[in-house]
Nanobody
Framework: VQLQASGGGLVQAGDSLRLTCAASGGTFSSYVMGWFRQAPGRERQFVAATSWNGASTIYDNSVKGRFTISRDNAKNTVYLQMISLKADDTAVYYC???????????????WGQGTQVTVSS
């Protein structure tokens, strides 16, 4: 499966942003989907993940209550809605996929190219 992330940009602290990840080349509903981020000089960090049908989601504690992951299997797309953005959310955001049912925090096999999110304080 190929993944294409988009929707990043430069926003101010407190603003909202929605990232989109479009998948192609596979049976989208066969994959659990995740979002990760990597800030300069830091390791890539798990952000959120969703099960194959969106019924189960998990989040890193740093984004819980502010970020929402969702998916539309009819559109082969997964979203990350981000509200109340903080400067610490500044990073390159990646979507990822792996076959399975229950969304994990690691072990993803397929990765998108990343989209930059910059939050100014």
């Amino acid at each position: 499966v190929q993944l294409q992330a988009s929707g990043g940009g430069l926003v101010q602290a407190g603003d909202s942003l929605r990232l989109t990840c479009a998948a192609s080349g596979g049976t989208f509903s066969s994959y659990v989907m995740g979002w990760f981020r990597q800030a300069p000089g830091r390791e890539r960090q798990f952000v959120a993940a969703t099960s194959w049908n969106g019924a189960s989601t998990i989040y890193d504690n740093s984004v819980k209550g502010r970020f929402t992951i969702s998916r539309d299997n009819a559109k082969n797309t997964v979203y990350l809605q981000m509200i109340s953005l903080k400067a610490d959310d500044t990073a390159v955001y990646y979507c990822a996929a792996r076959r399975g049912v229950v969304p994990p925090r690691n072990g993803y096999d397929y990765w998108g190219q990343g989209t930059q999110v910059t939050v100014s304080s």
